[in-house]
């Protein structure tokens, strides 16, 4: 079965730097990757997500890279804030199987210092 | 409005007890899931169902059972609590198995 390897466990970045957060997956055929934000005491909250047939999506300060033939995605945030310390997570799903498990990373806390 | 709501948000209860979670999205989503976050924030996937039929059962045990009295809603009840059952619940739902999941806000369980 799939599985995804998420790394750092932690990152700690100042306000205003960049942060990456990598993930590798297993399943060459898995072909959807979303990203969630987790805050505490809050359910995982979609941020970004992209498709086995696209190599890079943007939205605003944060931007997903795909690598299929590495099997491997990025989230990239810029100029980063005091309110995007949370808990990322990563994911991979394989929707055209008999199963559609979207299978997580350990996640990243990333805590941005004023 | 909230769009996937969990209750309760906290549950404390005894080894041994029968417990219920609810769950109710308003997104109008044909699937939804139930996951289970341990201690260590590791996020698995137990069940899944799509148009009132469970299309995902992983290797949960069968004390947990899903029950979906309509498309809206998955409950989650627990029969003989452990001690390992304690860790936050999370009920998600998504238009479609390739779809983004949205999740609730999740139930923290903890057994004494």
């Known amino acids: 079965g799939e599985n995804v390897e998420q790394h750092p466990s932690t990152l700690s970045v100042q306000e205003g730097d960049s942060a990456v957060i990598k993930c590798t997956y297993s399943?060459?055929?898995?072909?959807?990757f979303p990203w969630y934000k987790q805050e505490l005491g809050k359910g995982p909250q979609l941020i970004i997500d992209?498709?086995?047939?696209?190599g890079e999506k943007k939205d605003q300060r944060i931007a997903v890279t795909l690598n299929k033939t590495a099997k491997h995605f990025s989230l990239h945030i810029t100029e980063t804030q005091p309110e995007d310390s949370a808990v990322y997570f990563c994911?991979?799903?394989?929707?055209?199987?008999?199963?559609?498990?979207?299978?997580f990373g350990k996640g990243t806390k990333l805590s941005v210092k004023p | 409005d909230t769009a996937v709501s969990q209750t309760p948000k906290y549950l404390v209860t005894q080894m041994g007890n029968d417990k219920s979670i609810k769950c109710e999205q308003n997104?109008?989503?044909?699937?939804m899931y139930w996951y289970k976050q341990d201690s260590k924030k590791f996020l698995k996937i137990m069940f899944s169902?799509?148009?009132?039929?469970?299309?995902i059962n992983e290797t949960v045990p069968n004390r947990f059972s899903p029950k979906s009295p309509d498309k809206a809603h998955l409950n989650l009840h627990i029969n003989s609590l452990e001690l390992g059952d304690s860790a936050v619940y999370f009920c998600?739902?998504?238009?479609?198995?390739?779809?983004?999941?949205?999740f609730g806000d999740g139930t923290r369980l903890s057994i004494l």
């Open positions: 997104l109008g989503h044909d699937t």
């Open positions: 998600a739902s998504s238009a479609g198995t390739d779809q983004p999941q949205h």
């Open positions: 399943d060459s055929a898995s072909n959807y």
């Open positions: 169902y799509n148009n009132k039929e469970l299309i």
């Open positions: 992209i498709r086995s047939n696209v």
């Open positions: 994911a991979a799903l394989n929707y055209g199987g008999s199963q559609g498990n979207l299978i």
